[in-house]
């Protein structure tokens, strides 16, 4: 079955209140203060994401070169890290449980668009990641979905379903088994 999209529809469809579209603006202009200070500045970048509306526990290490869209919608709980180029796509709300590593290069996506809708509207979708949890190098993590206590995302692994706490994950499509 083949759905044709509907472009202008899509395009036309405004995702976004007025006051949304400011702040990421201000964020946009905000982020090479965020981008280009020092890696030991850990202090300084949860402060810019808590000016930006983010609710980021004590403890928190976010590297520089992290990619962060929406700050308003990212929780992050107490001595969490979220490693080099990591991007955290805030389309929808992210939360970051207590003492979880995103690893460098991971992708937390809480957006998509509905495809069986021609218009393809904007899907927010949110992401849980558990207490303890480690989304390892590289892993996507995709809208909807929760990485429950103390699971392992593998390395690369796609997650577009749940991930059981104390389960590993890994591979395309993810297989999950519990942790050993």
Do not use: E
Not at 111 to 126: F, Q
């Amino acid at each position: 079955m083949s759905i044709q999209a509907d472009i202008t529809a899509n395009r036309s469809k405004r995702n976004w209140r007025h006051r949304a579209l400011m702040g990421r603006c201000l964020w946009w202009l905000v982020t090479p203060l965020f981008r280009l200070s020092p890696r030991q500045f850990w202090v300084w970048r949860v402060w810019l994401l808590r000016c930006f509306g983010a609710q980021v526990g004590a403890g928190v290490h976010v590297h520089p070169s992290v990619r962060i869209m929406i700050p308003w919608h990212l929780s992050i709980g107490d001595q969490a890290a979220i490693g080099d180029a990591a991007i955290l796509y805030a389309l929808g709300p992210i939360t970051i449980g207590p003492r979880a590593t995103v690893s460098q290069y991971a992708h937390l996506c809480a957006g998509s668009h509905d495809w069986r809708d021609p218009a393809r509207p904007l899907i927010k979708g949110p992401i849980q990641i558990g207490a303890d949890a480690w989304v390892c190098a590289d892993a996507f993590v995709g809208p909807g979905v929760r990485i429950g206590r103390g699971a392992i995302l593998g390395a690369r692994a796609v997650a577009m379903k749940d991930l059981a706490a104390g389960h590993i994950g890994t591979g395309n499509p993810m297989q999950s088994r519990v942790a050993a």
